[in-house]
Every structure is written in C-alpha cells, then in structure tokens.
C-alpha cells in the first residue's frame, strides 16, 4: 500500500491559489491519486481524483506528474470555507482496497 | 453523489453502557463498509473492515470485543461500543465502497457519530 506524505498545515488568503502537494513514492501502476476535504465534526467528502497528467473538475484542479510519485492538488481564489483538512488517497483500481489516511493538511484561509 | 447516512450523530452515555452507532448506504449497496475513529486534529484511524455476511477484519490493535460490528445487508453497518468507558470518547465515521460505480467518486463518508462517555 503506497505511503503518502503532506505538509501538516498551510495558510493562505482570500483570493489566493492554493496548492497542497502529496507524495507517494511507491505508487503502484494500477493506482489512483484521491483527494478528500474534510471539515471539523463531519465526514470527509471527496474532491478530486487522477490518474496522470492534469484533472480538474468544479471545484479543483489535480496535477501528476509523469512518474506520478507526487501529485498536487489546486484550489483557485480559496475562500474562508475552504479552510479545513486535506487528505489525498492512493486508490487501487481494482482488488481489496483498504482506504488509509495519513496525517493531512490542514489549509487555514485568513480574510 | 451516493449518500451515507450515519446515526446518531452525538451520544452521551454512561460509563459502562453499550452503544450503537448505525451507518447506511442509502442508494446503492455497499458490499464492504469501514469504520474509523477521529481523535481531536488528528487524522482517521481505521479500526475495521466490515464485508456483508462474514466477520469484520481489525485493524491491529483494535478490540473486536469491545467494538461489535455487524454488517448484515448490503446497506447496514453498525458498530456497538460495548460496556463504554471514557477513553472510548470519540468522532466516529463509517464509509461505504462502492466500487462498481462508474464515476471517479467511489468510496462514500457517514457524517460521523461524537460519542461522549461520562
């Protein structure tokens, strides 16, 4: 199961880009990069997920580089409610898949 | 997206009580549930595996005597916290898989239980 290693915390500000980037060093080739949100007293919610290269939905936008042993997740013009915690995810297409969190980042967004 | 629905969302019990916490798939069938615990600013520590029809797999370290779960449906995962004690004070959260979806989004969160033991 591949490891993933975030920053503990970050802060930005209103307007600002923000990026949170993960590594996962020994990614498996059938695995996915997901990225969850997650605000205090609730459930993780998902973001974003990726394979390679560039994704990006409404809400995100997710970077893999092509040795996909990082990935960086983009959050454009934050605002005070994107301040939570930031957990990315390798996901395996296919087989048993035991969904483990490491530590995090904790995005703090000040006005 | 799916919808998983976990009840109740804050207990307060007694020392020594059992408590049961509920976590449904609402609109797709789960065939595999887990169930994790949330110290405060920490991260999920998962503490079970719960597969329809067949015993939970544990996480080392984790009680199964102390933490019951059932997974008799395809929707429905509880996990009983039996003869509670303080330290068991904590954020509880189920997640459903759903793994034969289509979208990217598979794996569905409960909106945690605070359990509170007194």
């Known amino acids: 199961l591949a490891k993933t290693t975030q920053p503990i915390s970050m802060d930005s500000y209103e307007g600002q880009e923000v990026n949170i980037t993960c590594s996962h060093n020994n990614i498996a080739t059938n695995d996915y990069i997901t990225w969850y949100q997650q605000f205090p007293s609730q459930g993780p919610r998902f973001i974003i997920q990726?394979?390679?290269t560039k994704v990006t939905n409404e809400v995100a936008s997710l970077f893999i580089p092509a040795d996909r042993k990082s990935s960086t997740l983009s959050l454009p013009r934050v605002s005070l409610s994107d301040t939570a915690v930031y957990y990315c995810l390798v996901d395996p297409s296919g087989g048993s898949y035991i969904p483990t969190f490491g530590r995090g980042t904790s995005l703090i967004v000040h006005p | 997206g799916a919808v998983v629905s976990q009840h109740p969302s804050r207990v307060i019990c007694k020392s020594g009580t059992s408590v049961k916490i509920e976590c449904r798939s609402l609109?797709?069938?789960?065939?595999?549930m887990f169930w994790y615990r949330q110290f405060p600013k920490k991260s999920l520590m998962l503490m079970a595996t719960s597969n329809e029809g067949s015993k939970a797999t544990y996480e080392q370290g984790v009680e199964k005597d102390k933490f019951l779960i059932n997974h008799a449906s395809l929707t429905l995962s509880t996990l009983t916290v039996t003869s509670a004690h303080p330290e068991d004070s904590s954020f509880y959260i189920c997640?459903?898989?759903?793994?034969?979806?289509?979208?990217?989004?598979?794996?569905?969160f409960g909106s945690g239980t605070q359990l509170s033991v007194l």
């Open positions: 990726g394979y390679k």
């Open positions: 997640s459903a898989n759903s793994r034969d979806r289509a979208s990217p989004e598979k794996l569905f």
């Open positions: 609109d797709f069938q789960a065939t595999t």
